[in-house]
């Protein structure tokens, strides 16, 4: 009897031998996931060329559609930290539809998550450039900056949990950790400030029975062992070249599961179908096993990477031909 669409991917998180590739395209209509969000502002209507979100960040936008940056960071001053209004998280307007939404999952996989963890947020409230000289110079506030947002996210942990518990299996965050060339600090000071707080979240997530997925832009392999060490389960990376295919799964595979595809940036826009083909071999060849520990995602926004659809398509087709858990019994 084939494996459910949760089952598929609960064993090809944990390495127990998913009968098939798992999915999140839902460009082309296939996933076996089902993402189920809070009423989280996070970005707003990018119909709208200025938003807030329930921080205070003020997001701007240009004319090219996309999701905009933040412009308007509310504790660019100090001072202004004392009288912060912080979001609440056990605010019950923040769960309102999401039974109904969780009822439309069926056997599917299903996640919730928080836009922006801790590393985006703390930058977007202080800015990106404060933040990182914080790190050297203003160590205790941006340590009560951090603590803020982790309580904050860990409340909206408990309340999901508290409403939802087992109907959840995945727990979804964001924090872009890297350039191409490498990471924006010293991985010693990552694991020193960083790797603590990320444990505390990963934690209260494990302990209600949820796999945890990051995503993270760049160039991030000076992390990755460190994330291993504190149980993060899946790692969403699409710019595999930057990090390089090879290295990453001589390093890693096996040992976590990673949710990729073809590199967004060199690859999808520029490439001929043969090196699109080939770089899908090396992807699922170099970081998936026999075991499992691959998924298969589609970056949802073509307009935004300059790729035509009809790319994605061949990219899928050579996966779903490839896929090396098809197996005889």
Request: with cysteine.
């Amino acid at each position: 009897m084939p494996q459910s669409p949760y089952q598929v991917v609960r064993r090809a998180i944990e390495f127990d031998r998913p009968d098939r590739l798992p999915l999140r395209f839902e460009a082309l209509g296939l996933t076996d996931v089902h993402d189920v969000n809070w009423n989280q502002i996070g970005t707003g209507d990018h119909a709208n060329r200025q938003t807030v979100d329930e921080w205070g960040c003020q997001w701007q936008r240009s004319d090219v559609a996309n999701m905009g940056q933040v412009k308007g960071h509310p504790l660019a001053d100090w001072s202004r930290l004392d009288s912060f209004s912080w979001p609440n998280p056990n605010d019950p307007a923040l769960y309102a539809g999401m039974e109904q939404k969780l009822d439309a999952a069926g056997d599917l996989y299903t996640t919730t998550g928080i836009f922006m963890l801790l590393f985006e947020r703390m930058h977007a409230l202080r800015g990106f450039e404060n933040t990182l000289m914080d790190l050297a110079l203003e160590r205790e506030r941006i340590e009560k900056l951090a603590d803020q947002i982790v309580d904050f996210n860990l409340g909206i942990i408990d309340q999901l949990g508290r409403r939802f518990g087992d109907r959840i299996h995945g727990f979804t965050f964001s924090d872009d950790w890297g350039t191409e060339q490498n990471l924006f600090i010293r991985p010693q000071l990552w694991d020193e400030f960083f790797k603590p707080r990320y444990k505390k979240i990963f934690d209260a997530a494990h302990n209600l029975g949820w796999h945890v997925w990051m995503h993270s832009c760049g160039k991030v392999n000076a992390i990755l062992e460190s994330l291993i060490d504190i149980d993060l389960n899946v790692i969403n990376l699409q710019q595999p070249t930057a990090l390089g295919i090879e290295e990453i799964g001589d390093r890693f595979s096996g040992r976590i599961c990673f949710e990729s595809l073809c590199d967004i940036q060199h690859t999808l826009p520029f490439k001929s179908r043969e090196e699109i083909e080939a770089e899908a071999e090396l992807l699922l060849q170099s970081w998936g096993t026999e075991k499992g520990g691959f998924i298969l995602s589609d970056y949802g926004d073509n307009a935004a990477i300059g790729v035509e659809p009809e790319k994605k398509q061949w990219m899928l087709d050579h996966f779903l031909r490839s896929d090396r858990w098809k197996k005889p019994n």
